[in-house]
Nanobody, 123 residues
Framework: QVQLVESGGGLVQTGGSLRLSCAASGRTLSGYAMGWFRQAPGKEREVVAVISRSGGSTYYTDSVKGRFTIARDNAKNIMYLQMHSLKPEDTAVYYC????????????????WGQGTQVTVSS
C-alpha cells in the first residue's frame, strides 16, 4: 500500500506561483509512475502532468505547458508540481496519483490517489 498526501495548495492571485508536494509513505515511489490531476467544480477530473519512474519522461496537458513543471525526488519519496503564471482557470482540487506504468497514469489508470489540495486563483 502507498499513502499519498498532497500539500502546498492555497489562494493566489493571477500570475502568481505555487508549489505542490505529494509525499508518499508505505512504499518507495521509485517503483511508480506519478501524476498530478485536477478537478474543478462541475468538471471532470483531468490529467495535468505525469512523470515516469526515473523522472526521465514527462507529459503535460496543453493548457499548462510552459507554466507548470513536474518533478520527483525518489530519495525523499516526494513529487512536486511547480506552478507559475497561474490563471483563474487553474482553480481546482489537485490530486497526486501513482501507478505501475507511465502510459496508464497518463490515461487515468492509477493504483493510488491522494486526498487532494485546493488551489484557488483569484482574478
Amino acid at each position: 500500500q502507498v499513502q499519498l498526501v498532497e500539500s502546498g495548495g492555497g489562494l493566489v492571485q493571477t500570475g502568481g506561483s505555487l508549489r505542490l508536494s505529494c509525499a508518499a509513505s508505505g512504499r518507495t515511489l521509485s517503483g511508480y509512475a506519478m501524476g498530478w490531476f485536477r478537478q474543478a467544480p462541475g468538471k471532470e477530473r483531468e490529467v495535468v502532468a505525469v512523470i515516469s519512474r526515473s523522472g526521465g519522461s514527462t507529459y503535460y496537458t496543453d493548457s499548462v505547458k510552459g507554466r507548470f513543471t513536474i518533478a520527483r525526488d525518489n530519495a525523499k519519496n516526494i513529487m512536486y508540481l511547480q506552478m507559475h503564471s497561474l490563471k483563474p482557470e487553474d482553480t481546482a482540487v489537485y490530486y497526486c496519483a501513482a501507478g505501475s506504468y507511465y502510459s496508464d497514469v497518463r490515461v487515468g489508470k492509477h493504483d493510488y490517489w491522494g486526498q487532494g489540495t485546493q488551489v484557488t486563483v483569484s482574478s
